[in-house]
């Protein structure tokens, strides 16, 4: 059975594939930088003789085609950037780029991928149809690497009937594997906004427009946009991490700068609130006698996993892994650019545990001691093929 014939290609792959992940892990690269790393995914096709193309310049699109006779195509995802991260971690394959890590698994999504290509082509004669593999650049910065190579035409020529990605998930123990049909992954979008008064000496505040004091009025009243505005039902975040005034103890500044995020589950209602938090801030601070410039940087859409695919999905997982080791997700409010895959074709977005306690392998993603326990990749190689090989018809 092809899915004995999976396992067994895993097992014997496995030590080359943690190679390249610790290769990938020592040299990685930042958002739209990510040269090397393109060159060694093309050097790692060539090798197993798969044709490729460039695309959104360090994106490379690959087919893989079945022997057998189908029209079927199916799309498997991996990201390739890192984050500006200084690593922590004691390990022979550390991060050998100052102040740049692959501290979110990047380098295991495109490690596995290239896994799964090394035993998709030897099992060609196997399965019909197309397997179009896809490495993908700046996943973690907007406007997202996946919106770009959708621009380019990565989803056609051909064009698939379902894209398949899968994470790293720190929460699940390594060797489970977590599903969540329909709305998964909230929207994103950065708020940039400036609140500005008349500074002078805090001692003289009635000479002044206090653009602080109007700050705390917007900060506090905003929240009523999730809690009087949004629907229960329908998940929101806004959250401000940065706010500067840079005044003294005794001097009102001229004007205070906020970043934040604000996030959702409904792109009607993200758009609506997105008019609402403006036209509040900038009220708020005109009734106070100063102005707001309330700037929204508009980043990925909510990620959506199509019912239908994702619950055949995790029945094959169930099949491969075991259902002992296949786990439900639960909404997750962070973002990824997986989402436009999403919003325009049929997609599942599935997670991968690579958590072992025992070892001390627990620290969450963006964290500069993030690692993971390599013996998932075996699992994360095989059930990403066996997926693709089902999703044909196979």
Not at 37 to 43: D, E, P
Not at 343 to 352: E, G, L, N, S
Request: overall charge negative; aromatic content about 6%.
């Amino acid at each position: 059975m092809i899915k004995q014939k999976i396992q067994q290609l895993s097992k014997n792959i496995y030590s080359n594939v943690v190679a390249n992940r610790r290769h990938i892990h020592s040299h990685p690269e930042l958002s739209f930088h990510e040269v090397e790393t393109s060159a060694f995914v093309a050097k790692k096709l060539d090798e197993l003789g798969i044709g490729w193309e460039r695309m959104a310049d360090n994106g490379l699109v690959a087919l893989i085609k079945g022997e057998k006779a189908s029209d079927k195509v199916v799309a498997l995802r991996a990201d390739m950037d890192a984050l500006p991260i200084t690593e922590a971690n004691d390990v022979p394959y550390k991060s050998q780029n100052e102040g740049v890590m692959h501290a979110c698994g990047h380098d295991v999504h495109t490690s596995s991928l290239l896994g799964t290509a090394k035993i998709l082509t030897e099992l060609k004669s196997e399965f019909g149809g197309t397997v179009k593999l896809i490495f993908q650049p700046a996943e973690e910065r907007l406007p997202g690497g996946a919106s770009l190579m959708i621009k380019e035409g990565v989803l056609e020529n051909p064009k698939p009937d379902a894209v398949l990605g899968q994470h790293v998930m720190p929460l699940i123990d390594a060797g489970k594997f977590g599903f969540r049909a329909g709305k998964y992954m909230a929207s994103t979008d950065e708020l940039y906004v400036t609140v500005k008064g008349k500074g002078g000496h805090g001692a003289q505040p009635q000479q002044n427009v206090d653009p602080v004091i109007i700050t705390a009025h917007i900060l506090i009243a905003l929240q009523q946009i999730v809690s009087r505005f949004a629907d229960p039902k329908n998940p929101t975040v806004l959250s401000f991490g940065k706010v500067i005034a840079n005044g003294a103890t005794n001097v009102i500044p001229n004007e205070v700068k906020l970043e934040g995020t604000f996030r959702a589950m409904n792109e009607t209602w993200r758009a609506d609130a997105h008019i609402k938090m403006k036209k509040m801030a900038e009220g708020i601070a005109e009734s106070m006698g100063g102005s707001c410039e309330f700037n929204i940087m508009k980043g990925y859409p909510f990620l959506i996993n199509e019912p239908k695919l994702t619950d055949a999905t995790r029945s094959h997982a169930e099949d491969y892994l075991g259902k002992e080791n296949v786990v439900d997700l639960d909404i997750w409010m962070a973002a990824e650019d997986f989402a436009y895959y999403s919003q325009v074709a049929d997609a599942c977005f599935y997670r991968m545990g690579i958590r072992n306690e025992s070892r001390g392998i627990t620290s969450a993603v963006h964290t500069p001691t993030f690692d993971i326990e390599e013996t998932a990749l075996e699992q994360s190689i095989g059930l990403m093929a066996y997926l693709a090989v089902k999703q044909l018809g196979n």
